[in-house]
């Protein structure tokens, strides 16, 4: 299916992440397409921010913890969204080992509170809640995962998430189905890389920020196997699920893998090489020594699914993709309008999709 402006148009939505680095690409793809956007989030937690590089203004804006449940509550019932799309979160693994109290009390509190509130809005057609590519128990197996497989999570991030997928489907089964209400459903994808992130504990961001510091890249697991994907081929899949869900609901999945094809399933030596290789061999990678938290090794998703009930399809391998991010960055660097150069990635890629 294609992500149709004029479904967009004109639509509310309500937005929760919008300060972050998939939030904020999606803010400007929704205004993009003419949505009326009503947001929360938490304020950037470190600058630079794509948020504030790219001028990311929703309509409605409230800066506020999901952690406290009346400021999303009072924002569904202001805003009257046809669509919600779920996205804040803590959603760094290491940060959860740090404060995985806290990860909970984001990840999966803040999941309730958002389904709660959204009980009470009648506007509401559809919730769509993004979890992870680390839902899954991961046995490593080097098999990809599919939408059946049993939900796990060794570390505090991953099991979080793997939370926010029971309490989604519990809220669904338990106040959603079948009372002629919102339709709730979840999109599962991790790995995104593009222009305008500045995480800590990123493997992008700890490029960008060798390559400034004339330095190389230290990395843990050189070897661990992830699904890489720029950014805006999953979220092309939130766009289509969400229409979907309103559209034509009765032919809605309750979840969702979106994941890059095989091809860009690469380690993460061979991720840095290839940056390296666009900047001149700057900054290449050495290990780092040392005992580090548990991270999978090997961790790929099927999105079979996706493409057979939403005829989704990534339009970009890893080579593109990585060139759509160091062209972002090389921007940025050279002191450019990085909100304009993200406004025509986002044109280029809905191009795309047009003639795909």
Not at 226 to 232: A, E, K, N, S, T
Not at 245 to 274: K, Y
Request: aromatic fraction near 10%; charged fraction near 20%; charge should be negative.
């Amino acid at each position: 299916m294609l992500i149709d402006p004029g479904f967009w148009r004109d639509l509310k939505v309500v937005l929760t992440g919008h300060t972050g680095f998939k939030g904020a690409w999606l803010t400007l793809w929704l205004q993009r397409l003419g949505a009326e956007v009503s947001a929360l989030a938490l304020a950037p937690d470190r600058e630079p921010s794509l948020y504030r590089l790219a001028r990311v203004q929703p309509e409605r804006e409230v800066i506020a913890d999901l952690s406290e449940a009346g400021p999303i509550a009072d924002l569904l019932a202001a805003a009257q969204p046809k669509i919600v799309i779920h996205m804040a979160a803590q959603p760094l693994v290491r940060q959860s080992y740090d404060d995985p109290v806290g990860t909970f009390r984001t990840n999966v509190i803040g999941t309730a509170h958002l389904l709660q509130a959204a009980r009470r809005v009648t506007s509401i057609g559809a919730v769509l809640v993004v979890t992870s590519d680390k839902v899954y128990e991961n046995l490593e197996t080097g098999r990809a995962f599919t939408e059946e497989d049993r939900l796990g999570g060794r570390d505090p991030y991953s099991a979080s998430k793997a939370c926010a997928e029971l309490l989604t489907a519990s809220f669904r089964s338990s106040f959603f189905a079948g009372s002629g209400g919102a339709w709730v459903a979840t999109a599962r994808a991790g790995n995104v890389i593009g222009g305008g992130d500045w995480s800590v504990d990123r493997l992008v961001p700890d490029i960008v920020r060798a390559r400034e510091e004339g330095r190389a890249v230290r990395l843990r697991y050189p070897d661990a196997v992830r699904p890489w994907q720029h950014v805006l081929d999953p979220l092309s899949g939130y766009l289509m699920m969400a229409q979907t869900m309103v559209s034509d609901p009765h032919n809605t999945v309750e979840a969702l893998n979106f994941a890059p094809e095989p091809g860009n399933f690469r380690t993460a030596a061979e991720l840095v090489e290839t940056f390296s290789t666009r900047f001149g061999g700057v900054p290449g990678w050495k290990p780092e020594s040392g005992e580090h938290p548990h991270e999978a090794r090997y961790l790929t998703l099927s999105a079979d699914r996706a493409a057979a009930s939403l005829g989704w399809r990534p339009q970009l391998d890893f080579t593109e993709t990585v060139a759509w991010t160091a062209t972002w960055y090389e921007i940025y660097w050279q002191g450019g309008n990085v909100r304009q150069a993200a406004l025509d990635q986002i044109d280029a890629y809905a191009a795309r999709l047009r003639t795909a």
